[in-house]
């Protein structure tokens, strides 16, 4: 089941890498979407894909890279598109 996503990740995600994380995690599991920086501090996830790639993406979305501080991963569900455009960093 293909669903989608939109993560806002805050703590210490900016800085650390987290956005090439995001895309590495997200090419792992073939996932479609972007990641971009927020003017709080935050990122911003949206991410679209089957349904068991997306809970082993939040997973690791969740436990961030080294250096990062996950603190709140607030997950939407939206409507899934359809569309596999790859993932990328904005």
Known sequence: M????????????????????????????????????LADGGVEISVEGEAEALERFERRIRQGPPGSRVETVDVTDEGASGHDGGFHIK
């Open 2 to 37: 293909r669903l989608a996503r939109r993560l806002l990740v805050s703590g210490r995600v900016q800085g650390v890498g987290f956005r090439f994380f995001t895309y590495a995690a997200a090419a792992f599991e073939g996932l479609h979407g972007w990641v971009q920086n």
